[in-house]
């Protein structure tokens, strides 16, 4: 799967430095990493495993359900990973991530990065567990 998708990881890499709220969407996974990199003394950067949103008015919506206290966000950068969670990793990106976590002196908040990203792991293999039990999927032919 790794192999048949082009991501430009620099452009990538540019929008998780800059970007203020990221939705990073997993296709294969139907999951998506939100990360909201605001913070103050009291709330830390948010990173959380959400289901898909049907629409960015939703993610804007289930954002100030989480996030009461900050505006909205004047942009969400939407950015599509349909590559494995280690490629994540292997590609510097959630690196960019913790390190942006970091300078926010909340290691709470850094601590969260790495349960996340575990979490994400462990959805993978499940998700590789599935097609070869062929839960939720389908043969394109069938043993006769």
Not at 38 to 43: K, L, P, Q, W
Not at 70 to 86: E, G, N, Q, S
Not at 106 to 122: Q, R
């Amino acid at each position: 799967m790794d192999g048949d998708f082009r991501i430009d990881v620099e452009e990538v890499i540019r929008k998780v430095e800059q970007a203020e709220v990221i939705s990073m969407y997993f296709p294969m996974l139907r999951k998506t990493i939100l990360i909201d990199t605001r913070f103050s003394d009291e709330d830390f950067p948010l990173v959380k495993i959400m289901p898909m949103a049907t629409s960015l008015d939703e993610r804007h919506r289930l954002l100030k359900k989480m996030r009461p206290y900050f505006p909205r966000p004047k942009a969400i950068t939407v950015i599509l990973w349909p590559k494995y969670v280690d490629s994540l990793v292997n590609s510097g990106v959630w690196s960019t991530i913790l390190e942006r976590f970091a300078h926010s002196g909340h290691k709470t908040a850094v601590e969260a990065c790495y349960l996340v990203l575990e979490e994400m792991y462990d959805l993978e293999l499940e998700e590789f567990s599935a097609v070869i039990r062929g839960d939720n999927y389908h043969t394109l032919w069938a043993r006769h």
